[in-house]
């Protein structure tokens, strides 16, 4: 079985739901309901890779407090191994706002030590045993770079909604064998993903929310998948990271490209069905059935 090591990104977020984001001023809103659940980019991956069969570690930062606890908690009924360190400034929190059209502001109230201290040897030997390295843009992922690289493993890197200037992501930009992001901050994202194939990616794909998935490849083919429209949204939270572990899995069976980005819109679209950051229902068997009905033809 291919193992999957996912570093860094997990929070407690809460989550409320608007008619409308409220305009810039003061104000009373009212919410249409909230929830509170574990949240960020590598519990959202990590949690639907288990869920697809894959063995996969989780790697993160947590505070030694209440919210790390609960972390810890629904990582381990989740059967997620989960190794951390210890954030002096504690577990990251998120506020985010939903509005009726599945548009999301994130407020990064408790965002934790920049550059924290943590066991890079235990990573070390992680990286080692590990098929496929899944590396999110936190900083102290940055750090871990150089080493992943002379154990010559390829990057799988998520860098969102990179706006095309950003400086801070420059570093993963480059790192990255396997380069995902969302066309919502780049609206010339064409140009950007030939760029990354140039310098030499062995793929790009770009989400684009309703709009579907584009991925370009090593060979300059370009791949467009739309969204399933059954599936009806009740939160888009988490929905890339799916969209992503549901990429990384069709590869890890060996399917192409298209098949591939047709599988991440599955897991994506099961994913906006509930609250949570991964399908509660999610498996192997209901992917080949979604793949069947959805597409006409069998998965394998």
Request: charged share 20%; with cysteine.
């Amino acid at each position: 079985m291919k193992k999957a090591l996912v570093l860094g990104g997990v929070s407690v977020n809460t989550i409320i739901y608007l008619d409308k984001f409220p305009e810039p001023k003061p104000q009373t809103a009212f919410s249409k309901g909230y929830h509170e659940t574990i949240g960020s980019t590598g519990a959202g991956k990590a949690l639907n890779l288990k869920k697809l069969g894959m063995e996969v570690v989780l790697h993160a930062m947590i505070g030694d407090d209440y919210y790390g606890q609960t972390i810890r908690t629904y990582l381990e009924n989740a059967g997620v191994p989960f190794i951390y360190d210890i954030d002096p400034l504690g577990t990251q929190r998120h506020i985010n706002l939903m509005d009726d059209n599945g548009n999301r502001i994130s407020i990064f109230f408790a965002y934790g030590t920049y550059d924290p201290p943590f066991d890079h040897s235990r990573i070390e030997r992680l990286v080692a045993e590990s098929d496929y390295i899944v590396l999110n843009v936190l900083n102290y992922c940055r750090t871990l770079i150089p080493m992943i690289k002379q154990q010559h493993k390829a990057i799988w890197c998520d860098i969102h909604d990179y706006d095309g200037k950003n400086g801070y992501h420059y570093d993963f930009i480059r790192a990255a064998d396997y380069l995902f992001l969302s066309s919502d901050a780049l609206p010339d994202y064409r140009a950007f993903m030939q760029a990354q194939i140039e310098q030499g990616k062995k793929v790009v794909v770009c989400t684009h929310g309703t709009s579907g998935a584009t991925a370009l490849t090593t060979h300059r083919q370009w791949i467009e998948t739309p969204i399933i429209p059954a599936y009806s949204r009740k939160d888009s939270n988490g929905a890339g990271d799916s969209f992503f572990a549901g990429y990384l899995y069709g590869i890890s069976k060996g399917f192409p490209t298209d098949k591939c980005l047709r599988i991440g819109t599955i897991v994506a679209g099961l994913c906006v069905t509930c609250k949570e950051l991964a399908y509660p229902q999610l498996n192997e068997t209901l992917v080949a059935q979604e793949y069947q009905k959805h597409y006409g033809e069998p998965l394998e």
